[in-house]
């Protein structure tokens, strides 16, 4: 073997020793056996190779007082080295001066493992071979058995594996394994993900039957009608032998639907058979109908069945048909996400029961889709997407970010820091990754697209292996978005794919580019409080159909558990464990938090994804059943309707509608005379059980207000009395008194039913904490001069009056550092002790858009409790609130958005009515038409000012927030991108706010 320290250096060697690459599919063989390494091993760490233990392979090096160490797990998260978060930059970076292609030498943990492994005779007869498998492993190891060495490999996110048959011997065996964390290859790991190493997949050794089917490759095609179709299977068989080959096709149910044998096959070494099926009348598989027949394979010898293969079968077409992907013959939209493997606990060490969680998940919010970013996932992971139905783009192991993606100027094809780019010595590599990624998953019917990898720019060595998967495979296409960047080989990929490209931008690209679909296979970033005007996007797949949808950036938060100084448990980011370089919270970017809580941002996602395009109008309900392979009479239809939020009428229907059809019903209520507001729902529901959700389940809905019947308006009786004092001017009431402060500038006490509600001074708001999206945009920066004015802005009683509907007092405000604009705030007093609060704003030239415009009360912290009628349950904002109903809510003022920095969280859209009370009865309440509504135990000051959620402030007291408008939340990428024009707040531009404040429910 060559020196480790050259091989770890060496972009040619990438394997020794390993076995070629193989089907997933499951078997079981006659008197073979399977263990599982999984569970604790024996354990050294150190910080480079040259401190590492020598000889701790040999039979005879003691073990025994060495730690123990989880596996599959990581290093990093068992107590060595620490984890580290980078997106784009190279871990090293900074710290040691590493040659493109070389791995660090000063600092590259290496972890040394041993486990023992009893094995009897009985294991060891018949001369069967054995084999020992790592299903992933970061970034490279050797392997030694008994003091021998074994092999090498390096691509931590596909399986290698070893044939050990003639090391292995009956009784104890020691089996040695050395982790490297980087090696010469980690240049083309450079994702945007945490770094670990160690091994964090299964290991198990196995052994197989004198005649194996090593290697399977099953070709379920589809003719031209989409209604018959041939299964054909290539089988590889090892091994020494005669054997017959029985076959079966099962359905669903197991029953057997064909059959058929081939005997007298000799096989010495390998061989390789064909077997060909035809199949009538097929069931085809599609996210939407996940059929999966069953292919069994018996290997007859001797008489007696030596092994039984296992692999599951899915009839579908997808190819590019007049120039648009279609699958079985109807164009295909991806509705999809991107996900990491990801768990809070265990890093990329991720569960059944969290891949299942992940997958229900996805099918219960309309996701169709996942891209693997960016490199292939747990084995397990496609057979529950074939399972449950998701197409999947499946993506190599390649990302070389940092070899390009921080250039200065523009950037050059020909620079010689760029890998791969074109240089020869690492094609070898990228083909293995390419060919182990193919050849582990090509038998799923989930996978749609093969991906050469992401954002490593463009170059002759990934257009060689694109054309190999091409090459592989006809039944899929390719995907490679670094084209984008490098165009020189524009056939790398057969789609057109970007990331992150504007609405407006991929229109006009698609005028003068039509030779290719098109998706995003990275979009509408959702780090934080973000996500939105989603529907622009979505509403583009129905605009041009070369668009064909995309994936959003991503499906889960890849943050890790950790206790603060207190002991507290918390979400952690970039730069919590001391790790530099970092790149801090930008690890936060799911629809999902890393405990695998759903965000309020997937509502948002379901709405826009959904299947079924309601549209109220007037008299009638337009729907269109965009599904590709289902009528709608397999959901039950609701009509729900409301009045001021309460449920007055319901209907139920079965609607038929088949696929990419639409049609019209009439509304099916007459129109009510009582007061109030009428909102019809129409809501499509799951009509039986599902795997991934219960009957009853709504996948789609939509909601109009269809009337609002007014109420005549009623003289409250009450009288009001007025005390001007020297400071104060107080207005009394039956059973209330108000006090303005002509020093304080503003109202300073609403005392009602003998209780006070106001602690500080109402004030003027204009400022939010910032979500991640405004701190990227510069908006922080640019629109500051607001959140000055928030907290240092003057008033001055400019009058009072007493009007026939009572007493009118009006301030003036005064902000610093936008003397130019002037606002106007009026306090109208009612005799039942509501007030009603207007605020006017006059724009002047010069002036930058506000982040919100409105009040912010700061009262009592009892007042712990939230009712409001408006959009709900989750928060909403005004780019992002197609997901959430309007309806009565009710919940905590300490509910708590959990976004990995703290930010601007708890806004309630489109508010009628909101009110904050208590136990004892004690309660507020606002009104007012299509409000922003939020009551949170902090200031936005106070949100700011905390870098995680444990550093908030205790809570004493509740801060409510009303407006009648605050800017949307943005999503287009967390890096620069506005706030659509049309979701900001003109400073320029004149604007008002109106709601009432204060009284009781009557």
Same mark, same amino acid.
């Given at each position: 073997?060559?020196?480790? /320290?050259?091989?770890?250096?060496?972009?040619?060697?990438?394997?020794?020793?390993?076995?070629?690459?193989?089907?997933?599919?499951?078997?079981?063989?006659?008197?073979?056996?399977?263990?599982?390494?999984?569970?604790?091993?024996?354990?050294?760490?150190?910080?480079?190779?040259?401190?590492?233990?020598?000889?701790?392979?040999?039979?005879?090096?003691?073990?025994?007082?060495?730690?123990?160490?989880?596996?599959?797990?990581?290093?990093?998260? $068992?107590?060595?080295?620490?984890?580290?978060?980078?997106?784009?930059?190279?871990?090293?970076?900074?710290?040691?001066?590493?040659?493109?292609?070389?791995?660090?030498?000063?600092?590259?943990?290496?972890?040394? !493992?041993?486990?023992?492994? #009893?094995?009897?005779?009985?294991?060891?007869?018949?001369?069967?071979?054995?084999?020992?498998?790592?299903?992933?492993?970061?970034?490279?190891?050797?392997?030694?058995?008994?003091?021998?060495?074994?092999? @090498?490999?390096?691509?931590?996110?596909?399986?290698? *594996?070893?044939?050990?048959?003639?090391?292995?011997?009956?009784?104890?065996?020691?089996?040695?394994? $050395?982790? @490297?964390?980087?090696?010469?290859?980690?240049?083309? *790991?450079?994702?945007?993900?945490? +770094?670990?190493?160690?091994?964090?997949?299964?290991?198990?050794?196995?052994?197989?039957?004198?005649?194996?089917?090593?290697?399977?490759?099953?070709?379920?095609?589809?003719?031209?009608?989409?209604?018959?179709?041939?299964?054909?299977?290539?089988?590889?068989?090892?091994?020494?032998?005669?054997?017959?080959?029985?076959?079966?096709?099962?359905?669903?149910?197991?029953?057997?639907?064909?059959?058929?044998?081939?005997?007298?096959?000799?096989?010495?070494?390998?061989?390789?058979?064909?077997?060909?099926?035809?199949?009538?009348?097929?069931?085809?598989?599609?996210?939407?109908?996940?059929?999966?027949?069953?292919?069994?394979?018996?290997? /007859?010898?001797?008489?007696?069945?030596?092994?039984?293969?296992?692999?599951?079968?899915?009839?579908?077409?997808?190819?590019?048909?007049?120039?648009?992907?279609?699958?079985?013959?109807?164009?295909?939209?991806?509705?999809?996400?991107? +996900?990491?493997?990801?768990?809070?606990?265990?890093?990329?060490?991720?569960?059944?029961?969290?891949?299942?969680?992940?997958?229900?998940?996805?099918?219960?919010?309309?996701?169709?889709?996942?891209?693997?970013?960016?490199?292939?996932?747990?084995?397990?992971?496609?057979?529950?997407?074939?399972?449950?139905?998701? !197409?999947?783009?499946?993506?190599?192991?390649?990302?070389?970010?940092?070899?390009?993606?921080?250039?200065?100027?523009?950037?050059?094809?020909?620079?010689?820091?760029?890998?791969?780019?074109?240089?020869?010595?690492?094609?070898?590599?990228?083909?293995?990754?390419?060919?182990?990624?193919? &050849?582990?998953?090509?038998?799923?019917?989930?996978?749609?697209?093969?991906?050469?990898?992401?954002?490593?720019?463009?170059?002759?060595?990934?257009?060689?292996?694109?054309?190999?998967?091409?090459?592989?495979?006809?039944?899929?296409?390719?995907?490679? &978005?670094?084209?984008?960047?490098?165009?020189?080989?524009?056939?790398?990929?057969?789609?057109?794919?970007?990331?992150?490209?504007?609405?407006?931008?991929?229109?006009?690209?698609?005028?003068?580019?039509?030779?290719?679909?098109?998706?995003?296979?990275?979009?509408?970033?959702?780090?934080?409080?973000?996500?939105?005007?989603?529907?622009?996007?979505?509403?583009?797949?129905? &605009?041009?159909?070369?668009?064909?949808?995309?994936?959003?950036?991503?499906?889960?938060? $890849?943050?890790?558990?950790?206790?603060?100084?207190?002991?507290?448990?918390?979400?952690?980011?970039?730069?919590?464990? #001391?790790?530099?370089?970092?790149?801090?919270?930008?690890?936060?970017?799911?629809?999902?938090?890393?405990?695998?809580?759903?965000?309020?941002?997937?509502?948002?996602?379901?709405?826009?994804?959904?299947?079924?395009?309601?549209?109220?109008?007037?008299?009638?309900?337009?729907?269109?059943?965009?599904?590709?392979?289902?009528?709608?009479?397999?959901?039950?239809?609701?009509?729900?309707?409301?009045?001021?939020?309460?449920?007055?009428?319901?209907?139920?229907?079965?609607?038929?509608?088949?696929?990419?059809?639409?049609?019209?019903? *009439?509304?099916?209520?007459?129109?009510?005379?009582?007061?109030?507001?009428?909102?019809?729902?129409?809501?499509?529901?799951?009509?039986?059980?599902? /795997?991934?959700?219960?009957?009853?389940?709504?996948?789609?809905?939509?909601?109009?207000?269809?009337?609002?019947?007014?109420?005549?308006?009623?003289?409250?009786?009450?009288?009001?009395?007025?005390?001007?004092?020297?400071?104060?001017?107080?207005?009394?009431?039956?059973?209330?008194?108000?006090?303005?402060?002509?020093?304080?500038?503003?109202?300073?006490?609403?005392?009602?039913?003998?209780?006070?509600?106001?602690? #500080?001074?109402?004030?003027?708001?204009?400022? +939010?904490?910032?979500?991640?999206?405004?701190?990227?945009?510069?908006?922080?920066?640019?629109?500051?001069?607001?959140?000055?004015?928030?907290? !240092?802005?003057?008033?001055?009683?400019?009058?009072?009056?007493?009007?026939?509907?009572?007493?009118?007092?009006?301030?003036?405000?005064?902000?610093?550092?936008?003397?130019?604009?002037?606002?106007?705030?009026?306090?109208?007093?009612?005799?039942?002790?509501?007030?009603?609060?207007?605020?006017?704003?006059?724009?002047?030239?010069?002036?930058?858009?506000?982040?919100?415009?409105?009040?912010?009360?700061?009262?009592?912290?009892?007042?712990?409790?939230?009712?409001?009628?408006? +959009?709900?349950?989750?928060?909403?904002?005004?780019?992002?609130?197609?997901?959430?109903?309007?309806?009565?809510?009710?919940?905590?003022?300490?509910?708590?958005?959990?976004?990995?920095?703290?930010?601007?969280?708890?806004?309630?859209?489109?508010?009628?009515?909101?009110?904050?009370?208590?136990?004892?009865?004690?309660?507020?309440?606002?009104?007012?038409?299509?409000?922003?509504?939020?009551?949170?135990?902090?200031?936005?000051?106070?949100?700011?000012?905390?870098?995680?959620?444990?550093?908030?402030?205790? /809570?004493?007291?509740?801060?409510?927030?009303?407006?009648?408008?605050?800017?949307?939340?943005?999503?287009?990428?967390?890096?620069?991108?506005?706030?659509?024009?049309?979701?900001?707040?003109?400073?320029?531009?004149?604007?008002?706010?109106?709601?009432?404040?204060?009284?009781?429910?009557?």
């Amino acid at each position: 073997m060559k020196d480790i /320290i050259s091989i770890l250096n060496d972009p040619k060697v990438f394997e020794i020793n390993r076995c070629k690459a193989h089907s997933d599919h499951y078997f079981e063989g006659y008197n073979t056996f399977k263990y599982s390494l999984n569970g604790n091993w024996k354990f050294s760490y150190s910080d480079n190779l040259d401190k590492a233990e020598k000889d701790f392979y040999k039979k005879d090096f003691d073990v025994n007082e060495w730690a123990e160490i989880k596996v599959p797990g990581h290093i990093q998260m $068992q107590g060595y080295d620490r984890p580290q978060y980078v997106n784009t930059i190279y871990p090293w970076d900074g710290c040691e001066d590493v040659s493109a292609g070389q791995a660090p030498k000063d600092f590259n943990p290496v972890g040394s !493992y041993v486990k023992f492994l #009893e094995l009897t005779e009985d294991d060891l007869k018949d001369n069967n071979k054995i084999y020992l498998s790592f299903q992933g492993v970061e970034s490279s190891f050797t392997l030694y058995i008994n003091g021998e060495f074994i092999g @090498y490999s390096e691509d931590t996110f596909t399986p290698s *594996e070893f044939e050990v048959s003639k090391v292995l011997k009956s009784g104890l065996n020691k089996i040695a394994v $050395q982790v @490297y964390k980087w090696c010469s290859g980690s240049w083309l *790991e450079d994702q945007d993900f945490w +770094r670990f190493s160690g091994i964090f997949r299964d290991v198990f050794v196995y052994s197989v039957p004198k005649v194996h089917v090593y290697d399977l490759k099953v070709v379920a095609e589809v003719d031209d009608k989409y209604k018959n179709g041939i299964l054909k299977s290539n089988l590889l068989l090892n091994g020494n032998g005669e054997a017959i080959v029985q076959y079966e096709l099962l359905d669903k149910d197991d029953e057997v639907i064909i059959s058929g044998e081939k005997d007298n096959i000799s096989i010495k070494n390998e061989i390789t058979i064909d077997l060909e099926m035809k199949v009538d009348n097929h069931n085809l598989w599609s996210a939407e109908a996940p059929f999966l027949y069953t292919l069994k394979i018996l290997l /007859i010898a001797d008489g007696e069945v030596i092994e039984t293969v296992m692999q599951k079968v899915g009839f579908r077409r997808f190819e590019l048909k007049n120039g648009i992907m279609q699958l079985n013959g109807k164009r295909i939209v991806f509705n999809g996400v991107n +996900r990491h493997e990801f768990n809070c606990n265990s890093g990329r060490v991720v569960s059944e029961e969290d891949m299942i969680w992940d997958l229900k998940t996805m099918k219960k919010n309309n996701i169709n889709a996942v891209r693997t970013s960016h490199y292939p996932n747990n084995t397990r992971f496609y057979e529950l997407c074939d399972e449950y139905g998701l !197409y999947v783009i499946d993506e190599v192991n390649l990302e070389s970010h940092g070899t390009w993606g921080l250039c200065t100027g523009p950037r050059k094809y020909n620079d010689e820091n760029i890998l791969p780019n074109d240089k020869e010595e690492w094609v070898p590599l990228l083909l293995d990754r390419a060919n182990s990624m193919f &050849e582990r998953d090509k038998n799923h019917p989930s996978i749609l697209i093969w991906s050469c990898g992401n954002e490593s720019f463009g170059g002759e060595d990934i257009y060689k292996m694109s054309k190999f998967l091409q090459g592989k495979d006809d039944t899929r296409l390719v995907h490679y &978005e670094g084209i984008f960047n490098d165009r020189r080989y524009n056939d790398t990929s057969q789609i057109e794919s970007q990331m992150y490209t504007k609405v407006h931008n991929i229109k006009e690209f698609l005028k003068e580019n039509r030779d290719k679909p098109m998706i995003c296979c990275e979009y509408a970033h959702a780090m934080g409080n973000s996500l939105g005007a989603l529907y622009k996007y979505t509403d583009l797949t129905e &605009e041009d159909p070369l668009y064909q949808g995309g994936f959003i950036w991503d499906f889960i938060d $890849q943050a890790i558990m950790k206790k603060n100084s207190s002991g507290e448990k918390f979400l952690a980011y970039g730069g919590d464990f #001391e790790d530099r370089p970092t790149d801090y919270n930008f690890c936060g970017n799911g629809l999902v938090f890393a405990n695998r809580e759903v965000t309020p941002k997937m509502p948002e996602v379901k709405y826009c994804y959904q299947n079924i395009k309601i549209k109220i109008l007037e008299d009638k309900i337009n729907i269109k059943n965009k599904n590709l392979f289902t009528n709608l009479n397999e959901y039950e239809c609701f009509f729900i309707l409301t009045r001021d939020g309460v449920e007055i009428d319901r209907k139920t229907t079965i609607i038929d509608l088949a696929p990419m059809c639409e049609k019209s019903i *009439e509304i099916p209520f007459i129109r009510e005379n009582n007061t109030g507001e009428y909102i019809l729902t129409v809501s499509f529901c799951l009509s039986k059980d599902e /795997i991934w959700a219960e009957e009853g389940y709504e996948i789609a809905f939509e909601q109009k207000v269809l009337y609002v019947v007014k109420e005549d308006k009623k003289e409250y009786k009450g009288k009001l009395s007025i005390v001007d004092g020297d400071i104060h001017v107080g207005v009394h009431g039956e059973n209330f008194r108000v006090v303005f402060s002509r020093v304080k500038g503003g109202l300073v006490s609403y005392v009602y039913d003998g209780k006070e509600y106001i602690l #500080e001074r109402p004030k003027l708001n204009f400022w +939010r904490a910032p979500v991640d999206n405004d701190i990227a945009n510069g908006m922080t920066f640019n629109n500051s001069i607001w959140k000055i004015a928030s907290l !240092y802005g003057k008033a001055s009683m400019e009058y009072y009056n007493e009007l026939e509907d009572g007493v009118e007092v009006c301030y003036s405000h005064r902000l610093p550092m936008v003397d130019k604009v002037k606002i106007d705030v009026k306090y109208l007093v009612k005799k039942d002790g509501t007030i009603d609060i207007t605020g006017e704003y006059f724009g002047a030239e010069g002036i930058p858009n506000m982040p919100e415009f409105g009040m912010m009360f700061t009262l009592k912290s009892d007042l712990d409790k939230v009712l409001w009628y408006g +959009r709900g349950p989750e928060e909403s904002y005004f780019d992002r609130k197609h997901g959430c109903k309007i309806g009565i809510y009710e919940g905590l003022v300490t509910d708590f958005t959990p976004y990995l920095r703290p930010q601007e969280y708890g806004n309630k859209s489109d508010v009628r009515y909101a009110k904050v009370f208590n136990d004892n009865k004690d309660e507020l309440i606002f009104k007012g038409e299509n409000l922003n509504f939020s009551a949170l135990p902090y200031t936005p000051h106070e949100i700011e000012n905390a870098a995680h959620f444990y550093e908030l402030p205790p /809570i004493n007291h509740t801060i409510v927030r009303v407006s009648q408008e605050q800017m949307g939340v943005g999503g287009d990428d967390t890096w620069g991108a506005p706030v659509h024009k049309e979701f900001t707040i003109s400073g320029e531009e004149n604007h008002k706010f109106k709601f009432t404040f204060g009284g009781k429910e009557k």
